[in-house]
Every structure is written in C-alpha cells, then in structure tokens.
C-alpha cells in the first residue's frame, strides 16, 4: 500500500505517495537525528507541509492549520495539535527501500505529549482547522466505527 490520502480543511482531498512527498519536503535525514534508537530515512514534517501548501494553494492565502489528525491502515489514529508538530517527522525509507512493516509512512513526534503518537501504516493524514484552536491535547486510539452491515452481524 503506496496510497496516502490528503485531507485539507480548505483545499479539499488529494492523493499523494512516500516517495512524492520527500521529493516536496526537498532534505532528508536519518530518522536517529530526532528520534534515538529509530531507523531509517525522514523528512521534517514542517518543510513538507510548507512546501505542499504552497504547490497546491498557488497565491492564496491559507490560515495555518490548529491539528493533524493521522489515520493507520489498522484503524489507529491520532489527533494531534499542530503546536506538538514543531520536531515531527515522516519516517518513508529504510535503506533505499519503502518501509516494510511500518509503511507507506510513520510519523515521529519527538516533543509531542506521548510515544503513541508515532503512528505507524499511515494511510490517510488529515489536516484540520477548528475553534478549539490551541486548547485542545492530543489523543490516540483504535477507531470505534462500524458500518452497517458489521453492526448486524454482531447483533
Ligand atoms: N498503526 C499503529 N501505530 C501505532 C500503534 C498501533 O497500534 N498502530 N501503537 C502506538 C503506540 S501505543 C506506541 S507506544 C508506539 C510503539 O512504537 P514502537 O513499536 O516503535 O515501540 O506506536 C504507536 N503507533
Ligand atoms: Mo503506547
């Protein structure tokens, strides 16, 4: 699974994969710089967005966004304040390669409030502006949703 699904509060959805998104963040690093004990290649997760934001918004201006909100191929999530985001980075390789296990991308949250928030299998990253702005903290979990369909059966 290569896919990563973008949503933005402003612009709407996107598609995008690892490899794209660390040829837009431009510098990568090795993810140990940030996160002791860690392996393999990152990009800041900062210089992604600004460089995102700015290819896909061209002259317009986008308020900044309060929360990022990262969903994992296994139903973990993770909401987090964008203020926890200063160090994060997006872990995409090891050795050259896409990540095995951990893949499409994992992020790292080295000053955020918990180790939980290094999501792993991320699948879908959405990018959030609310009034709460600021005062919220960040939390973490298996995603309790159920269709139809999975409700009756359990019934
Ligand atoms: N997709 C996914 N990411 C996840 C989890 C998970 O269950 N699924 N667990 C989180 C929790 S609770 C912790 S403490 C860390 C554990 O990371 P580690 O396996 O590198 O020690 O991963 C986080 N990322
Ligand atoms: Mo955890």
Redesign the pocket.
């Known amino acids: 699974m290569h896919e990563i699904k973008i949503e933005h509060f402003e612009l709407g959805a996107f598609t995008t994969s690892p490899e794209e998104m660390a040829i837009l963040a431009g510098v990568s690093f090795p993810i140990a710089h940030r996160v002791p004990g860690?392996v393999g290649e990152a990009f800041d997760w900062q210089l992604w967005y600004s460089a995102w934001i700015e290819k896909v918004s061209g002259a317009d201006a986008i308020p900044a966004p309060s929360e990022l909100t990262v969903e994992?191929?296994?139903?973990?999530e993770?909401f987090i304040p964008w203020d926890q985001l200063g160090e994060a980075a997006v872990l995409y390789g090891q050795n050259g390669e896409p990540l095995q296990k951990?893949g499409p991308i994992?992020l790292y949250v080295p000053n955020g409030s918990?180790?939980?928030?290094?999501?792993?299998?991320?699948v879908k990253l959405r990018i959030g502006h609310n009034a709460a702005n600021g005062t919220e903290e960040a939390t973490?979990g298996?995603k309790h949703t159920f269709s139809a369909d999975e409700l009756r059966k359990n019934k």
């Open positions: 860690a994992a191929a296994d139903t973990f993770a951990t994992r918990s180790k939980c928030l290094n999501v792993k299998s991320i973490y298996f």
